[in-house]
T-cell receptor, first 117, second 111 residues
Framework: GAVVSQHPSRVICKSGTSVKIECRSL??????MFWYRQFPKQSLMLMAT?????????EQGVEKDKFLINHASLTLSTLTVTSAHPEDSSFYIC?????????????FGPGTRLTVL | GEDVEQSLFLSVREGDSSVINCTYT??????LYWYKQEPGAGLQLLTY?????DMKQDQRLTVLLNKKDKHLSLRIADTQTGDSAIYFC???????????FGAGTILRVKS
């Protein structure tokens, strides 16, 4: 398999502040990473596709100015939740696309629990 | 549009086999995946199957794919309490640029 890390694992912030979440592929390079959001007892909702060296592609209904994505290297993508509000509280999970060994798989990070007070 | 459906809950006794079923809609999917999620954690890739395969076995896990019926199943042999988790089926679409997930099946293993 492959290892993807996320940092921080848990963050609590006040309403109006911005929060940055990092996603790293530790043992492989990923030109494409994905950001998902998961509500309690629900499936994953894709927010955006992060492409190294280019702009992210956002899913319909996801505000790109609210959720800033930067994919500056082949092993790091960041998601910044700007001016966070309580409704942004959620579990954010990233994944990295692994195209080695003639396969196409996504490996997921452990997730970041965001709580906005 | 794309849709993946799974049964929501399965309860088995320790030592029995578990079978989790999934149906998908996109016939052009090249890969189909099974992920496991434990409480408060990310998704762990359990196994995947390429669309031109009918079956894949990996230790206690057996994946069956019926491409005609767009039906995927995951069999866990000798289910253990540590297998209790949510299992997500996912299909890749758009040449692998997107995964579509099912709602997840909660597997409860009773000792």
């Amino acid at each position: 398999g492959a290892v993807v890390s996320q940092h921080p694992s848990r963050v609590i912030c006040k309403s109006g502040t911005s929060v940055k979440i990092e996603c790293r592929s530790l043992d492989f390079q990923a030109t494409t990473m994905f950001w998902y959001r998961q509500f309690p007892k629900q499936s994953l909702m894709l927010m955006a596709t992060s492409n190294e060296g280019s702009k992210a592609t956002y899913e319909q209904g996801v505000e790109k100015d609210k959720f800033l994505i930067n994919h500056a290297s082949l092993t790091l993508s960041t998601l910044t939740v700007t001016s966070a509000h309580p409704e942004d509280s959620s579990f954010y999970i990233c994944s990295a696309r692994d195209l080695r060994y003639n396969t196409d798989t996504q490996y997921f990070g452990p997730g970041t629990r965001l709580t906005v007070l | 549009g794309e849709d993946v459906e799974q049964s929501l809950f399965l309860s088995v006794r320790e030592g029995d086999s578990s079978v989790i079923n999934c149906t998908y809609t996109d016939s052009s999917s090249t890969y189909l995946y099974w992920y496991k999620q434990e409480p408060g954690a990310g998704l762990q890739l359990l196994t995947y199957i390429f669309s031109n395969m009918d079956m894949k076995q990996d230790q206690r896990l057996t994946v069956l794919l019926n491409k005609k019926d767009k039906h995927l199943s995951l069999r866990i042999a000798d289910t253990q309490t540590g297998d209790s988790a949510i299992y997500f089926c996912a299909e890749s679409i758009l040449n692998g640029n997107k995964l579509v997930f099912g709602a997840g099946t909660i597997l409860r293993v009773k000792s």
